[in-house]
Structure formats: structure tokens, C-alpha cells
């Protein structure tokens, strides 16, 4: 089975960066893909960023340009840079891993930012 530990968020202000990392262990070679969703307080989850295991990024067009998807294979880790940060962006954010029948989830990670 697999298990995702996200670490990162925080407080910061508009205009700044954060980096989350997503520590994936247990059955890491059925992982097709990864990626970071948010929900921010009221609203529903959504995808912010996707990377799968061939290496292909997708991302929201909120945060397009702002926000890179990475990955350290040696790591078995999968990071998010945000960049620009701006007070819309706060939200909690998870770390997801799916495979062929089976969708993971993180704990999640608090990142506020303040105006």
C-alpha cells in the first residue's frame, strides 16, 4: 500500500514562495501518477497541479505560471514551488497518488497567505 506524507505549508505573505514536498512510501511502482489538490475553506477540492510517471505536467490555469510540479525519484518525493503567492491560494493542499484502482490522499498541509 502506499502512504503520503505532505510537509511545507505555513504563513506567508502575498507576493512570496513556498515549497511543498510529498514523501511517498509502500508500493511506490504502482504509482501512475501524482499530483497536489487544494480546498480552501467553503469551497469544494480542487487539482492544482499533476505529474505522472512519464513525466507530463498539467495545471490549474489559476496558478499556471506561478507554480511548478517536480519530482526527486530518489527521493520518492513530489514537491510543489509556489511562487506569487497570492491571498486566494490559501487553502489546505494534498498530496495524491493514483495508480490502477486506487486514488491516495495526504493529510494535507495548511498554507495561508496573508495580504
Known amino acids: 500500500q502506499v502512504q503520503l506524507v505532505e510537509s511545507g505549508g505555513g504563513l506567508v505573505q502575498a507576493g512570496g514562495s513556498l515549497r511543498l514536498s510529498c514523501a511517498a512510501s509502500g508500493s511506490i511502482f504502482s504509482i501512475n501518477a501524482m499530483g497536489w489538490y487544494r480546498q480552501a475553506q467553503g469551497k469544494q477540492r480542487e487539482s492544482v497541479a499533476l505529474?505522472?510517471?512519464?513525466?507530463?505536467?498539467n495545471y490549474a490555469m489559476s496558478v499556471k505560471g506561478r507554480f511548478t510540479i517536480s519530482r526527486d525519484n530518489a527521493k520518492n518525493t513530489v514537491y510543489l514551488q509556489m511562487n506569487s503567492l497570492k491571498p486566494e491560494d490559501t487553502a489546505v493542499y494534498y498530496c495524491?497518488?493514483?495508480?490502477?484502482?486506487?486514488?491516495?490522499w495526504g493529510q494535507g498541509t495548511q498554507v495561508t497567505v496573508s495580504s
Open positions: 505529474i505522472t510517471r512519464g513525466g507530463s505536467t
Open positions: 495524491n497518488a493514483e495508480g490502477y484502482g486506487f486514488h491516495i
